[in-house]
């Protein structure tokens, strides 16, 4: 994880995820992916980062 040390970077990190979010809802609602699964495989990566980490 990067230092925040800008109030600056943190909100362009933040547009960063943002769109990386979008693409990944649209990408999700294309498959059919229902708000639940969307949920579960965002809790999946975020489990397998922990762990890596």
Known sequence: ??????AL???QL????EEGLSR???AA???GL???ELI????GLMRTE????
């Open 1 to 6: 994880m990067l230092p925040l040390d800008s």
């Open 9 to 11: 970077l943190r909100e």
């Open 14 to 17: 933040l547009r960063q995820v």
């Open 24 to 26: 990944a809802l649209d």
């Open 29 to 31: 609602r294309r498959a």
């Open 34 to 36: 229902g708000r639940e």
């Open 40 to 43: 579960d495989v965002m809790d």
């Open 50 to 53: 922990s762990e890596h980490v």
